[in-house]
């Protein structure tokens, strides 16, 4: 990659800034961990796994930026530091995940001299960004081998390099595929509308000279009835015991239309994306993002002033829709409870 998403330098978080994307690569650094709750919340960093890895980092920013003059201070700045990060988006089970696992680390560590506790709450942070680096491989690897030699992929968002610390989920299926110098052709929706499809996935994958095809979202029915398409592979926000999947909005759709063509639909996502504690997509909270993005295109107007606007950000494809979801232990096949139930 000649780009990173995040990294953590000189006492600061650095992010490449999303927001400013195809445009303008620039980096910004926060050092506080209210500065990257905003960053979380603004999209300055998005996609599931990049934002528990956004949100570990803040966690060690509060402990290197503490002053508590004892454990049970350091514990209640901690977790509130934790509650502030968790509550940025709801969605991607990716946040809490690395946020609470930072919070058993400490609870585990309580005889430590604080000092010594601090600096080790970097050193997990640092590793739960390490571990999602080699997740990222590891997806790739397996997913590869759905790639087939003259195929073209549908892909959804992004869950590229951009969306993780790493090489990414779904995308990291291309890039290993094209490391093994298979051709083949990657279809981008556009992903209204905040266009991570358009702005961020075509970027990463042109950037790393992946042959990708811009489509509108609208457009995706066409191309299966065409049979333009050989299979869908999407990145997730979450997936529940029984396989059921939260992801951008509009991923539903598709796999509702691959169903229909008879054309393999693939989920990427490392086991930190697995929540086996919700049983059914239904109980997973839909995130609602501010109306702009919808009544506006890059500032500039494109509904009439004071419609009204739903803006959910994500949405659940059912299990049954689900060829096969990839992970980095592995390829896991219906049924999904049992297969989830077995990784995990
Ligand atoms: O709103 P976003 O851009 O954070 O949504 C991202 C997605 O829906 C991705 O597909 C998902 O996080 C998987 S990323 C590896």
């Not at 951008?248 to 639909?265: D, N, S």
């Not at 299990?319 to 999904?336: M, N, Q, R, S, W």
Request: glycine share 6%.
């Amino acid at each position: 990659m000649n780009f990173f998403t995040l990294q953590w330098q000189d006492s600061s978080v650095v992010m490449i800034d999303q927001r400013k994307l195809p445009r303008e690569e620039i980096y910004l650094s926060f050092r506080t961990p209210e500065e990257v709750g905003q960053a979380i919340k603004d999209m300055v960093v998005r996609g599931a796994p990049a934002i528990g890895v956004a949100a570990a980092f803040g966690m060690a920013l509060a402990a290197q930026n503490s002053e508590a003059p004892n454990h049970e201070v350091f514990f209640k700045e901690m977790d509130e530091a934790a509650k502030m990060l968790i509550s940025q988006r709801p969605t991607a089970v990716n946040l809490s995940w690395a946020v609470q696992r930072i919070q058993n680390f400490y609870r585990s560590k309580q005889d430590l001299p604080l000092l010594t506790l601090q600096n080790m709450i970097l050193e997990e942070a640092l590793a739960i960004f390490e571990e999602d680096c080699n997740m990222c491989i590891d997806m790739g690897v397996h997913g590869s081998e759905l790639i087939k030699l003259g195929n073209s992929y549908l892909t959804h968002c992004n869950a590229g390099a951009l969306a993780t610390a790493g090489r990414g989920t779904a995308l990291s299926v291309f890039y290993e595929a094209k490391d093994q110098h298979k051709k083949f052709k990657v279809y981008s929706c556009e992903t209204r509308p905040f266009l991570q499809g358009a702005r961020l996935t075509c970027w990463e994958l042109m950037k790393n000279n992946v042959d990708v095809t811009l489509i509108t979202d609208n457009m995706a029915a066409h191309m299966m009835q065409k049979g333009k398409i050989h299979g869908v592979v999407v990145g997730s926000d979450r997936i529940v015991a029984n396989g059921d999947v939260a992801n951008k909005i509009g991923t539903y759709g598709l796999a509702v239309l691959a169903k229909a063509h008879q054309i393999p639909f693939y989920v990427v996502a490392p086991t930190s994306t697995i929540d086996l504690e919700t049983q059914e997509g239904s109980q997973v909270e839909i995130e609602e993002r501010p109306i702009e993005e919808v009544t506006h295109f890059f500032g500039t107007a494109s509904a009439p002033e004071n419609v009204k606007v739903f803006n959910p950000a994500f949405d659940i494809t059912p299990h049954d829709l689900v060829t096969a979801i990839v992970t980095e232990k592995g390829i896991l096949y219906p049924p999904f409870k049992e297969s989830l139930k077995k990784i995990k």
